[in-house]
């Protein structure tokens, strides 16, 4: 290979070679404008000086070639107004998922349930010796995420509660007013945050490839600030962002974070891609590029994973031999193979869509620790609904707790027992 061809090969991996009226489009390695590259079965010409003094296959030819190898399988792209593209179709079983639909608000209460006979009750305050005796903690879960998956107001939610508690699945009656109260307690979050992951672990059994992402949850509070950059005042709605991992397969959420509304996405995966690899095989992560870092492709790489994570416009090799430096390679001149597995991570953006049409895309809560415990209800209805689904069409029956741990709790462990 010579230094013609090296050049060549370093363009059509760091640089945007495109197509335009029969001619490629090399850039100048110099940053100064673009070459037109003619190929065709007749020769090759490059307008650049070398080849016009030469008459040898240049740099900018090299390039060219390689990126018609790579991306267009050794022929110029034609585009072909006529043709009309036909739509991808999936198949769906629809007598399994009419099942799931129409039995869902049944079935959901069986599961929660049997999730929230897991909770442990916190020790009560030994210096409080008077007062009402206070709602169990797994009656608290229990009215708060149900009343998320109705999507009804306090007084509307009276009825479900009431039902609720005729069929066993809450200890005592409950006032729908004093549901928000619940919703207001931090100490909730933590313990919502661990019923999501143990909701996911029955769909362990075929979730090997996650995705990853971040999304808001509008709120009615509004903020203002300051635009420096036109120096002028805006504002506008506050907002909950959510940073969470899914199984491509079901959509499950397997780890979930909520911090402040300004948190980039790069610094949450850690978190999110550790707390995944606790309970599952992980075998590939798909992200956008905004997890693009050296840690975060060392850290998926660490877990045993391939991480398919897009390069930017001006990322570079790296250093020879490093992950970085294979991954980039993988992603210029195997592009068809990468963005075939980078493709599921359009699955995480299913995920916050099913959540926001199902449970509504924005919050009632007013208070901060309100409003994360309602956004953590939204993703736990989520996680019952995708097993609600796996069951009538996988056959995948939930368990959630270990018999023995269940019975030093609560006693014995009741079956799962699905009205119809």
């Known amino acids: 290979m010579d230094l013609r061809e090296l050049k060549g090969l370093e363009i059509a991996a760091r640089c945007h070679v ?62 072909d107004t006529t043709a009309v593209p036909k739509r991808k179709t999936y198949k769906q079983n629809w007598p399994a998922y009419n099942l799931a639909q129409m039995t869902e608000k049944h079935r959901l209460q069986v599961l929660l349930h049997e ?75 933590p313990i919502l945050g661990s019923l999501i992951v143990r909701s996911s672990l029955p769909l362990r059994v075929i979730e090997s490839q996650f995705a990853g992402d971040s999304s808001g949850f509008s709120t009615s509070r509004f903020v203002r600030w300051y635009d420096e950059k036109y120096g002028v005042t805006r504002s506008g709605k506050d907002w909950v962002k959510v940073h969470i991992m899914c199984g491509v397969t079901t959509n499950v959420v397997t780890a979930i974070e909520i911090l402040d509304k300004n948190a980039g996405d790069a610094p949450q995966l850690p978190a999110l891609v550790g707390a995944t690899a606790e309970n599952f ?25 391939t991480p398919f994570i897009p390069f930017k416009s001006n990322s570079t090799a790296g250093e020879s031999g490093s992950l970085w430096e294979r991954m980039f390679h993988f992603f210029q001149f195997q592009r068809e193979e990468f963005l075939r597995h980078y493709h599921m991570r359009s699955n995480v953006e299913s995920t916050f869509s ?36 796996a069951h009538c069409e996988l056959g995948i029956e939930a368990t959630f707790w270990p018999e023995k741990e269940v019975a030093d709790m609560h006693g014995p462990p009741a079956l799962l027992r699905f009205p119809g």
């Open 354 to 389: 099913m959540v926001k049409a199902k449970f509504r895309d924005h919050v009632r809560s007013k208070s901060d620790p309100a409003m994360v415990n309602e956004v953590l209800c939204k993703f736990l209805c989520h996680n019952l609904c995708c097993l609600i689904s």
């Open 115 to 189: 999730l929230c006979r897991g909770v442990e009750e916190p020790p009560r305050d030994p210096n409080k010796k008077v007062g009402r005796k206070r709602v169990p903690m797994a009656d608290q879960i229990f009215a708060c995420a149900f009343k998320v998956y109705s999507t009804f107001s306090s007084r509307r939610f009276a009825c479900d509660l009431n039902d609720a508690h005729e069929r066993g699945y809450l200890s005592r009656p409950i006032h729908p007013n004093k549901v928000n109260h619940f919703l207001e307690k931090p100490e909730l979050a």
């Open 18 to 79: 495109g197509y335009k009226d029969g001619k490629w489009l090399v850039p100048s390695q110099s940053g100064k404008g673009k070459y037109k590259v003619l190929l065709s079965a007749d020769g090759d010409a490059c307008e650049c000086e070398d080849f016009q003094l030469h008459r040898v296959p240049c740099k900018h030819i090299h390039a060219a070639r390689l990126v018609r190898e790579r991306d267009h399988h050794g022929k110029s792209p034609v585009i």
């Open 281 to 305: 095989t992980v075998k590939e992560v798909s992200l956008d590029k905004a997890y693009l870092s050296n840690d975060n492709l060392a850290l998926i790489a660490g877990l045993g994973a």
